[in-house]
């Protein structure tokens, strides 16, 4: 079947850290990737997305690399900043199927 | 642009009673799903549907109807209200999962506490 596993949180770190969120996926066929973003009170929003396997997606400094050989898809910023406390999901979707698959959720916090 | 809203944003149910969360689009996209998110965990599927006239259940339908006369509308209705449904409840649409990297876009959720 089709699942994410997303590293758990919450995450804290300070202004200008280096941020990394793992996520890990199961799947049938050739999923596609996705990270949204879920700021406080609002709904999530797509940070970024990779449609076939070493394709990297941007956004916003944030990047992700769509690993096949390791089903991952790593969330990575080199310097996050106080405007990035939000919880991020990783997901996927696959071609033959009618559903988006979701991580648990990773809580981060950036501190000044 | 509308995009995905629903309405309520804040509800306050006595348990027993019921209500129907709306949800409408208007992006003319086919796919439409209700997902819970209850505090610290993550997304969970109610029910979705792929087109009008067309539903099916998702992870946790317990509880829950919907209905799809439209391709707007996927309004989510709770029949008897219970402390195990005080939750976010986000609607989202697609175009279709069957494109390559087709995303979903969420509404800004209904926050629902029965009491």
């Known amino acids: 079947g089709n699942s994410v596993t997303q590293m758990e949180g919450p995450v804290t770190l300070s202004e200008e850290a280096f941020l990394t969120i793992n996520c890990t996926y199961t799947?049938?066929?050739?999923?596609?990737l996705f990270w949204y973003v879920q700021y406080p009170g609002e709904g999530l929003q797509l940070l970024l997305k990779?449609?076939?396997?070493?394709d990297k997606g941007s956004n916003k400094g944030f990047e992700a690399t769509y690993r096949k050989e390791t089903t991952s898809f790593h969330l990575e910023k080199g310097s996050v900043q106080v405007s990035d406390s939000a919880v991020y999901f990783c997901a996927l979707s696959t071609p033959t199927g009618n559903q988006f698959y979701f991580g648990t959720g990773t809580s981060l916090t950036v501190i000044p | 642009n509308a995009g995905v809203t629903q309405t309520p944003k804040f509800r306050i149910l006595k348990i027993g009673q019921s209500m129907t969360l709306q949800c409408t689009q208007d992006m003319n996209h086919n796919y439409m799903y209700w997902y819970r998110q209850d505090p610290g965990m993550g997304l969970k599927l109610i029910y979705y549907?792929?087109?009008?006239?067309?539903?099916d259940k998702g992870e946790v339908p317990n509880g829950y109807n919907v209905s799809r006369s439209t391709t707007e509308d996927f309004p989510l209705r709770l029949e008897l209200a219970a402390p195990s449904q005080t939750s976010v409840y986000f609607c989202a649409s697609s175009y279709s999962t069957r494109e390559v990297g087709e995303k979903l876009f969420f509404g800004s959720g209904t926050q629902l506490s029965v009491l």
């Open positions: 799947a049938t066929g050739y999923p596609s």
């Open positions: 549907s792929v087109g009008a006239g067309i539903t």
């Open positions: 990779a449609t076939k396997a070493d």
